[in-house]
């Protein structure tokens, strides 16, 4: 059966887009600030930076109102035996990623501050090609995962865990 995520996991990416919105409408209205002290009478780029911030704000209240939902319904992870499926996507795309224990190299377990606050971590699972992510598990989750992660990877006796 495949497992969802935490549910404060909608919360943290409700913070982490919405600083994220912030910093781009801040972005947006440079112009306005070049305007006033440089250029008064360019008035077309007062309306530039007024549409970008508009389209900043829309865009992020959009996505976290509605987008992190949507993203909470399509994440969810499934360990078996001998593979781990992360499933993962947003709005537009739901994708899959399958992953041989066999072929993992590491397993990490990180935290920022805020999903430290929330009490949330994330698995970085690497393997020869790439980097594999969960986030939004809670810690005992994460270190669980982890532990199950490692043990399953240990049965082959060509592997980094092999001891």
Request: proline residues 2%; contains cysteine.
């Amino acid at each position: 059966m495949e497992q969802k995520l935490h549910p404060n996991v909608i919360r943290y990416w409700q913070i982490k887009y919405g600083l994220h919105t912030f910093k781009w409408m801040l972005l947006g209205s440079i112009p306005l600030i070049i305007r006033g002290v440089w250029l008064p009478a360019w008035v077309w780029l007062s309306i530039i930076s007024y549409l970008a911030i508009l389209f900043f704000f829309i865009k992020g209240l959009v996505f976290i109102c509605y987008g992190v939902y949507r993203k909470y319904s399509r994440r969810s992870y499934l360990l078996g035996d001998d593979e781990l499926m992360i499933r993962w996507g947003n709005v537009w795309s739901d994708n899959s990623s399958i992953i041989p224990l066999s072929r993992v190299l590491h397993v990490d377990q990180e935290q920022d501050m805020l999903a430290k606050r929330l009490g949330l971590s994330e698995l970085t699972i690497t393997t020869a090609g790439d980097h594999h992510f969960i986030v939004g598990l809670t810690e005992e989750d994460a270190v669980r995962l982890r532990r199950q992660i490692i043990e399953l990877s240990k049965l082959d006796n060509k592997d980094t865990y092999y001891d």
